[in-house]
T-cell receptor
Framework: QKEVEQDPGPLSVPEGAIVSLNCTYS??????FMWYRQYSRKGPELLMY????GNKEDGRFTAQVDKSSKYISLFIRDSQPSDSATYLC????????FGAGTRLTVKP | NAGVMQNPRHLVRRRGQEARLRCSPM?????VYWYRQLPEEGLKFMVY????????ESGMPKERFSAEFPKEGPSILRIQQVVRGDSAAYFC???????????????FGPGTRLLVL
């Protein structure tokens, strides 16, 4: 079993839809949880990070962590074509563990 | 403030040759991380370095791979006697302090895509 599981998709939604991206993990020692966005042929860029269970909102993005279920989510409201990218979850104790990434396409 | 720089962006090598990948961290950052990304897979941690020191190389293959971050100049990831399985995108990230933490996180470069023929 991988430490971090993420459905690779691909996921295709119409513009304006609410997108839900998820990861599960097996190691309860993970402390920090992050979401990265990676455009094609580019390096990952940090979108959001959280430390504890609960929700964190930043504009159209909401990150959710449920440590009891070992489950994290990223919600994108009012999705735009410019949101089309691969979204990677990451979590860490001493070094970072990444999910495989979910490829998202938002169609105009 | 320039971001993390990596060069070359694309590198083609024949089996048995050496590959040298360079990473210049963001200005003021003294911590460098190298990751490998295979198609349809997430980033895999390889090595974490500070200036002149390897802090954690637990993710790096024991043979053929080495990394350094000298006092002056970029960090270098070196792959000797490359094999086809080394073909991947190699990303470098830097941070000003030990990451992870809520304030100091890792900033990624654009990556070097290595193709071994």
């Amino acid at each position: 079993q991988k430490e971090v599981e993420q459905d690779p998709g691909p996921l295709s939604v119409p513009e304006g839809a609410i997108v839900s991206l998820n990861c599960t993990y097996s190691n309860s020692a993970f402390q920090y949880f992050m979401w990265y966005r990676q455009y094609s042929r580019k390096g990952p860029e940090l979108l959001m990070y959280t430390y504890s269970s609960g929700n964190k909102e930043d504009g159209r993005f909401t990150a959710q962590v449920d440590k009891s279920s070992k489950y994290i989510s990223l919600f994108i409201r009012d999705s735009q074509p410019s949101d089309s990218a691969t979204y990677l979850c990451a979590m860490t104790i001493n070094d970072m563990r990444f999910g495989a990434g979910t490829r998202l396409t938002v169609k105009p | 403030n320039a971001g993390v720089m990596q060069n070359p962006r694309h590198l083609v090598r024949r089996r048995g040759q050496e590959a040298r990948l360079r990473c210049s961290p963001m200005k003021g950052h003294s911590h460098v991380y190298w990751y490998r990304q295979l198609p349809e897979e997430g980033l895999k941690f390889m090595v974490y370095l500070q200036k002149e020191n390897i802090i954690d190389e637990s993710g790096m293959p024991k043979e053929r791979f080495s990394a350094e971050f000298p006092k002056e100049g970029p960090s270098i990831l070196r792959i000797q006697q490359v094999v086809r399985g080394d073909s991947a995108a190699y990303f470098c990230a830097s941070s000003p302090f030990w990451a992870p933490g809520p304030k100091e996180t890792q900033y990624f470069g654009p990556g070097t895509r290595l193709l071994v023929l």
